[in-house]
């Protein structure tokens, strides 16, 4: 039994058998390998080959059948690499001339591969290095004998460690079957954390080294309130978190009663809560849970699914099936935030020194024009399809701003030409999410209708901590006075302008933010599906002029820690069982 301490990023706790994904990169050690042991050598090597082309003739046939041809023809490109006579010679012949193991010479001559690809000027060449990685690692784990895990065909429930999770493996993920994570590193508002809350499963996060203690079958503990993971628990303790299971189970019964009611303090001041989603189908959860709109549809993630650029055409059908699925709420449609923490950096021909502070996002988008466009397109072709509103995300200059709407005001204008309909008063809103905007807040508000403020992102670059890095995490606060100061003002600078604001960041989810957001005059709270009974209960056991009070006494405070005591005392007050 083994007790280990990180960050708890979804409540509940789950009892369950381990799956274990190991870390990306493999490291491979060079090693000799005696004249008289090659042959045998080589014939590994082969071997691993031809296991992977069976795995990967599986997986074409039930990618075609799912999913059609363009998606099997990711497969094919793998499939052909591994028939490509030429390399598999190279391989044969590295683990010859250098006296190597099978694994050496096939990392060695995939990476070699993949510069040759890295170095062409077409994209779709330069993109395919992130599959010839992919190709190498498959070899690799065949070799050294690691099961390639399957995250999208599980059979029985299961609890998934890792040491980091992908967005792109959140995104393939088969979320029936799976009931908790737990990961080696990552913080409060990092990818695992926001996909457990949406999925509202208990995950707890930077871990250390867990995946190096846990092997898949074990018997894994997770709660995710104290940030506690346990592996091949004893009896005592499987008895008591059974207990604390069945006890957050009781909670979850009573939030339901507040389902249908509506988000309004006892002096009946009603607000909004809005649910986030990364597809269509987290809309179930969050009408589930009584959201009033989708106040953040995250599209990159439909890119991150399919694993290629998606077509005008798939990005129309995801956002019409999403607008049938919320009948007539509200939809705000965020154009493409890819980049940073949702692109691996080691699939970029040549990764950035600084990703955060890199080529992400709108940034992304204005330097593809042609890619930005056709996103443009559907979403305003959809936008007469239902209560479809715009966003687009990571502003951080007014020109980068005017550039979009340009962009935008171009697409509409072909539309027009070609005669396809589109709601021509769209409502069109910029993210706060970038100091820089925040400070120009009342600049900003006079080109949009609407603010949606992203605090996972603004307390990062405002605090300048890395919301991924469990190292940090200590120091990722949304309590800072600066923070505050910043939520405050822009809020304020919406009511001057008349245009409304959102949070849309973890913090709009936080029962122990809830008093506060209210108190500054938040109208708009967007959040995981599974926070809304929570945040409500708290909005219905409270008056506006509490709220307030709490908010103006939180202004005063110079210190999180402070804050964070203040607003757990006064949440207590009103809704004892909250902390
Ligand atoms: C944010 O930064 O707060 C936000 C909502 O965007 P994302 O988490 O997708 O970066
Ligand atoms: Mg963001």
Redesign the pocket.
Known sequence: MEIKKGTGVSPGVVIGTAIVLDAEDLVIPKRHVPTDQIPAEIARFQDAVAVSRKELTTLRAETLAKYGKEIAGIVDFHLSVLKDKSLLKQVDKEIETVETTAEYAVSSVMRRYAQQFSQMTDRYFSERVKDVHDIEKRVLKTLIGQKHQDLTHLTSDVVVIAHDLLPSQTAALDRTHVKGFATDVGGR?S?TA?VARAMGIPAVVGLGDLVGHVSGGDTVIIDGERGVVIVNPDADQLAEYREGQADFARHEIELRELIDLPAETLDGHAVSLQA?IEGTTDIDTALYNGAQGIG?Y?T?FLYLKMGTEPSEEDHFQAYAEAINAIEGRPLVI?TL?LG???YTQAQLASPERNPFLGDR?IRMCLHDIPMFKRQLRAIMRASVLGDVRIMF??ISTIMELRQAKMILKDVTEELEDEGVPFRQDISIGM?I?VPSVALMADQCAKEVNFF?????????YTLAVD?TNEKVAGLFCPAHPAVLRLIRDVIRAGARNSISVS?????AGEKLYTLLLLGLGLNIF?MNGPDIPEVKKIIRSTTMEHAKQVARRVMSFDSERQVMHFLREETRKIVPEAF
Not at 452 to 460: E, P, R, V
Not at 503 to 507: A, P, T, Y
Request: some cysteine.
């Open positions: 508002t990818h926001i986030n953040l995250r990159e965020r935030d940073a923490d949702k996002s995300p990571m993210m999410e949606s403020i992203g605090t996972n992102d603004l307390i990062q919301r949070v849309c960041g973890e913090m967007s």
